[in-house]
């Protein structure tokens, strides 16, 4: 399940698209275009088929061992303890949940951290300034070498060769550094439709990278699209999260992540925002925002239980964590000018337990769950 239809999006269930009318659209000329929505749940299908395929190969072919260059098998370590380096650096909490997973599985979210990390220091980091349409270019051609087995550097190396022990697909990494470009010209969002389609750029695609790393618990009945949605919709929340936290922040960059449309259905523009004065027509319109994105949340939730035992601690804490910030936006009376929300140490140290809790349960039966497929 990707979105809640009141905004726009299909509900998907037992993995397939019960309707597709309101992810279709009519121009005023009378053609037929597609939301944003559906030109990502075309992404999704693609990327679950190549899991589903992944996975008969298994069954049906030997795996042959691995041809190590001598020196080689070093070199690579070296590459993946940096990368493990770095997660812990800067994302200390999924840093912890990953040491649950097997070694396997753990170096490989590393390298797609430090990848996306990369991708997005390229316009927030300290030389934004100086990034170009070219530079992203560049960083395109770069990503196609090292799905060619062709790195640059160590942290390339250690992607190059996730890529090749699992089946990752290279669509999402391009979609992100699309989201990279819209960063270079875009500051200004119509509507959810086009807001959607950045938040699945800029981080539903990091759920699309990651499922095939985290695997499918063996267990579960639920269908791999439906597991990719939902790993989708957790991206979708945490950014949604994001440019909820950082109303202020996003603004005194003359930047303003909101849909257009609904502000002005609100009695808001872009000068309220940059005046940074919490009114009533501002805290209802938070309000609205806020519930979208948990039902975001909400719609992730059910995925999560599905991936493989030792994959669930990381994300669950991510969702549980994350989620709170929700909570704290609220808690600030909604004023995200002058105060930005986040989630205490005290806070974190209760959640970690709830989310190792969460993590024990396992995939939900038939029955129960509306992920599962058809009998």
Not at 33 to 61: G, H
Request: aromatic share 10%; proline share 5%; with cysteine.
């Amino acid at each position: 399940m990707v979105a809640n239809s009141n905004y726009g999006g299909s509900r998907l269930e037992n993995g397939s698209i019960l309707s597709l009318t309101s992810s279709v659209l009519a121009s005023p000329a009378g053609e037929i275009t597609l939301t944003s929505e559906q030109k990502v749940y075309d992404v999704v299908l693609k990327q679950a088929a190549l899991v589903k395929r992944q996975l008969k190969s298994s069954e049906d072919l030997e795996v042959k061992p691995d041809i190590v260059l001598p020196g080689s098998l070093s070199l690579l370590n070296e590459a993946y303890d940096r990368c493990g380096e770095v997660c812990a650096e800067y994302a200390k909490t999924f840093y912890l949940g990953t040491m649950l997973m097997t070694p396997e599985r753990r170096k490989a979210i590393w390298a797609i951290y430090v990848w996306c990390r990369r991708t997005d220091e390229l316009v927030d980091g300290p030389n934004a300034s100086h990034i170009t349409p070219t530079a992203l270019d560049r960083w395109e051609a770069r990503l196609d070498d090292i799905f060619k087995g062709r790195p640059f550097d160590m942290l390339d190396a250690a992607l190059s060769d996730t890529v090749s022990r699992f089946p990752v697909d290279i669509q999402p990494f391009k979609d992100m550094i699309e989201g990279m470009r819209m960063d270079l010209w875009k500051s200004r969002y119509k509507n959810f439709d086009e807001l959607y389609l950045y938040c699945y750029y800029v981080a539903g695609t990091v759920g699309l990278m990651s499922v095939p790393i985290m695997g499918i618990d063996p267990e579960s009945q639920a269908t791999t699209e439906s597991v990719y949605n939902a790993a989708l919709a957790l991206g979708l929340a945490n950014q949604l999260t994001n440019i909820l936290r950082d109303v202020g922040e996003d603004a005194r960059r003359g930047r303003v992540y909101l849909p257009q449309d609904e502000l002005a259905q609100a009695g808001l523009s872009d000068e309220d925002i940059f005046a940074g004065k919490v009114t009533d027509k501002w805290r209802n319109f938070m309000k609205k925002q806020i519930k979208r994105a948990r039902k975001f949340f909400d719609d992730a939730e059910s995925g999560v239980t599905e991936l493989s035992a030792a994959s669930r601690w990381p994300v669950w804490a991510a969702l549980v964590l994350y989620r709170q910030i929700l909570d704290e936006i609220e808690a600030n009376d909604y004023n995200n000018f002058t105060r930005r929300a986040y989630v205490s140490k005290p806070k974190k140290f209760i959640s970690l337990p709830i989310a190792y809790a969460k993590a024990l349960v396992p995939p939900s039966s038939r029955t129960s769950n509306p992920l599962v497929k058809a009998g």
